[in-house]
């Protein structure tokens, strides 16, 4: 097997595991009760094209890498290879951003409201 069909698994492989993060990720927006189906569209969204960047860069960059190591060049493809390690940081800090958003949101449904408590208590007298 040579080091393109060994690439082309990865890529499959890479694919399959995309798609069962989406999905996952699908099933986390769905547990978010407080959150318009708009603004989860767009979340959703959001994450695949971080992720998709992020998958692409890392592609390149083994491809550069390889191509590196046959070739032995380093000074040209070198810039080249830091550019797709700064898209792939990039699409990383994107997925961070939105993960810190939605575990605001996650903490802020699951803050209790003493005062909602104290209500449901009185109407449960009455």
């Keep these: ?37 708009k603004r989860k569209s767009l979340w959703k969204e959001i994450y695949e094209n971080a992720a998709t960047d992020r998958q692409n860069a890392y592609m390149c960059y083994v491809e550069t890498y390889n191509s590196m190591s046959k070739n032995n060049d380093w000074a040209i493809l070198g810039p080249v290879a830091k550019k797709f390690l700064d898209s792939m940081a990039k ?36």
């Design 91 to 126: 699409a990383t800090d994107q997925l961070l951003e939105l993960t810190r958003i939605i575990a605001e949101v996650q903490e802020a449904e699951a803050a209790i409201d003493p005062e909602e408590i104290y209500s449901q208590l009185e109407s449960k007298r009455n």
């Design 1 to 37: 097997m040579t080091a393109a069909n060994n690439i082309a698994l990865d890529i499959e492989e890479l694919k399959k595991l995309k798609e069962a993060h989406n999905k996952q990720f699908s099933e986390l927006l769905e547990t978010l009760s407080s959150m318009d189906e």
